[in-house]
């Protein structure tokens, strides 16, 4: 495949770096996973500028655009420019309703704009076949480990509260380091896990990943920029922006999206769901009697 045989609606640079990404030189990784995560700033920098803030060499960024399938560093540089003109575009007509409230409205305003502003950018791009697939791997499978650090342990705490409730057997991992190495000695095949992450492939994203993967474990990814680089070590990814890299980032969209989830499996696994909830109920008027008596 040569990227620059490819029309602007098709280009995604995150794909062919995905694609190459196993046969880079640890100073193409470094280029590499910069531009991922910083596209729209890079794409108008020379092969010099970015040289100089990665402190490598300009020849360094040549041959890096030679490995991706390029004639030169500037070809590489306008794909990129056309790839980002045309995300440009599209975004721009879902958001022009909400650029006066933008402008003119008070901090709380202008940050429920934003996030109106990704859920229904997220209603266009979230593949439905893909949530359904998730939604049928939580039906069949009964212990379901739930992997997320830093602001994610907040949705892996919801998915564990939540699951828990829907009859689960939840093991979270929300620790790095060895911590977390104990719960995973216990996944098998006939497990299944939700795995949370967001722009940065982590050393223990990509732990769990393999380990999973090595274990025959599905996965089913939640993430926003990651489904490139993850390829195919996740069965199902749920995928939905939370906004540029340089913004402040809400989960307001992954936990719509792991809500969602949660609702439609009470919905296909009613009665399993409804038991197990009746028996909690069961439980809490015990509790209330025990603090009478």
């Known amino acids: 495949m040569n990227p620059e045989t490819q029309t602007t609606a098709s280009f995604d640079f995150g794909q062919i770096i995905s694609e190459r990404y196993k046969h880079l030189t640890k100073s193409e990784k470094q280029i590499a996973d910069y531009l991922r995560k910083n596209q729209e700033e890079s794409a108008f920098l020379s092969a010099g500028d970015l040289a100089r803030q990665l402190g490598l060499s300009e020849a360094t960024m040549v041959r890096f655009a030679r490995t991706l399938g390029f004639d030169s560093y500037p070809a590489m540089r306008e794909a990129l420019q056309e790839n980002f003109r045309h995300r440009v575009t599209h975004s721009a007509r879902l958001r ?10 008070d901090i709380f305003e202008r940050l429920v704009a934003s996030e109106i502003d990704y859920l229904t950018e997220a209603l266009q791009t979230l593949d439905r076949n893909a949530l359904n697939a998730a939604v049928e791997l939580l039906r069949t499978h009964q212990r379901v480990f739930v992997f997320g650090l830093g602001p994610s342990v907040s949705l892996v705490e919801l998915l564990e509260i939540r699951l828990t ?12 380091g060895r911590e977390m190495l104990e719960p995973m000695l216990m996944m098998n095949s006939t497990d299944l896990l939700i ?3 967001f722009f ?30 993850v390829g195919d070590k996740a069965d199902v990814v749920l995928k ?36 197990n909830l009746d ?15």
């Open 195 to 197: 795995a949370i992450g």
């Open 96 to 105: 022009s309703r909400l650029d006066d409230l933008r402008e003119a409205g």
């Open 240 to 275: 939905a922006r939370r906004g540029p890299v340089s913004a402040f980032h809400s989960l307001t969209v992954p936990m719509t999206i792991i809500n969602t989830l949660l609702l439609a499996l009470s919905s296909v696994d009613q009665e399993k769901v409804m038991t």
């Open 279 to 293: 028996k909690l109920d069961q439980l809490r008027e015990r509790l209330k009697r025990s603090d009478k008596s």
């Open 165 to 176: 409730r829907s009859a689960r057997h939840v093991i979270p991992l929300k620790t790095s």
């Open 200 to 229: 940065n492939m982590t050393p223990n994203l990509q732990m769990v990943l393999d380990y999973a993967n090595e274990h025959k474990t599905p996965v089913i990814l939640v993430t926003d920029t990651l489904d490139s680089m």
